[in-house]
């Protein structure tokens, strides 16, 4: 059996400027962890870090949540520096699996150019479009399964349906000036989520290019539920493109498993959403056998926003998928 899960850790993170500091989030973080028994764990928010000046930015954050668990011995891929010096500063992608990685790489705006765009309400006006780039890669993995067989996995965090910074728009890093400038920055954050999603199911469909049953998995924080575009960009499903030749280029989402009830990994006022996700090729789907999201304990992020709560555990909640070999 294969367990595939993906978790959201929200600013993993060592060091005075960690709030809650990490010895509080380790108690919490590990126990979960460890009781989902991953065979392959992809993670998102991990943010790296450095014991001197000199010395590239590593995951010791990590390294300590995960001391003593299987996951330490873990093969591991992680999102590096565009000049390949250690892990950026903030909210690296992290694959850990118990079977060989084969290869790996970040994929950042190869496929899908930045989109030029004219802002018109930033201030000053500006005078031309400037490009539009993504927050962050996708991490793009190759795993040597025990059966000999290769998966292709796709580790992603899709930008967050909040509006980007607007120059001159803004009061405060959360309050805005006008209307129009929040409008427009929420219409650049879709362009982002949107056009991140449009990369990664480009991919996909290279890898289908090579080999139509092929076994693949998109997974993380995808920042849409269901209907969304970005989730409809990376499913392409029937309803959507009409074409019965393409069927075996959908993406399933093994979360519709759930119930009504049972599918949130995020509450937000008091809203119940289904923002992770673990998309999966027509060959992997036929496999899966179960799924659980681990969401008994999960807090509305917003209303600790309100009065500035920092809990030790993450706000999202980790889902895992339960796999035949084959």
């Known amino acids: 059996m294969l367990r595939i899960a993906t978790f959201n850790l929200e600013n993993l993170d060592d060091g005075p400027s960690a709030d809650p500091p990490l010895e509080e989030r380790i108690p919490v973080?590990?126990?979960q962890l460890e009781s989902l028994?991953?065979?392959?764990?992809c993670l998102q928010e991990i943010n790296g870090q450095k014991r001197s000046r000199t010395e590239p930015r590593n995951l010791h954050a990590?390294?300590?949540l995960i001391k003593g668990t299987a996951y330490a011995d873990f093969h591991r891929a992680f999102t590096e520096r565009d000049d390949g010096k250690g892990a950026a500063d903030k909210h690296n992608l992290v694959v850990l699996s118990r079977y060989p990685i084969e290869s790996y790489w970040p994929v950042y705006h190869e496929r899908v150019d930045p989109p030029l765009v004219k802002l018109?309400?930033?201030l000053p006006k500006e005078k031309a479009p400037a490009p539009v780039y993504w927050d962050r890669p996708i991490l793009q993995t190759v795993i040597l399964l025990e059966t000999g067989e290769r998966l292709h996995l796709l580790n992603l965090h899709?930008?967050?349906?909040?509006?980007?910074?607007?120059?001159g728009q803004k009061k405060?890093?959360?309050a805005w000036k006008s209307t129009s400038g929040w409008a427009e920055g929420y219409y650049l954050a879709a362009i982002k989520r949107s056009g991140q999603a449009l990369e990664a199911r480009l991919l996909v469909d290279e890898i289908f290019d090579s080999d139509p049953d092929a076994l693949i998995a998109v997974c993380g924080d995808i920042n849409a539920d269901a209907y969304e575009v970005p989730s409809r960009i990376l499913k392409a499903e029937l309803d959507d493109?009409?074409?019965?030749?393409?069927?075996?280029r959908v993406l399933f989402e093994v979360d519709e498993r759930l119930s009504d009830g049972e599918r949130y990994s995020v509450i937000h006022h008091n809203r119940r959403q289904m923002l992770d996700h673990i998309l999966v090729s027509k060959a992997l789907a036929a496999r899966c056998r179960s799924v659980e999201?681990?969401?008994?304990?999960?807090?509305?992020?917003?209303?600790?926003h309100l009065v500035d709560a920092h809990p030790p555990q993450s706000h999202h909640a980790p889902l895992v998928a339960l796999f035949d070999d084959d």
């Open 29 to 31: 973080l590990r126990p």
């Open 37 to 41: 028994h991953a065979d392959i764990l």
């Open 62 to 64: 990590l390294d300590k």
């Open 120 to 122: 018109g309400q930033a």
């Open 158 to 167: 899709l930008r967050a349906p909040l509006a980007a910074s607007v120059p």
């Open 172 to 174: 405060s890093p959360f």
């Open 241 to 248: 493109t009409d074409n019965p030749d393409l069927a075996k």
């Open 293 to 304: 999201v681990v969401n008994r304990d999960v807090r509305d992020e917003y209303a600790d």
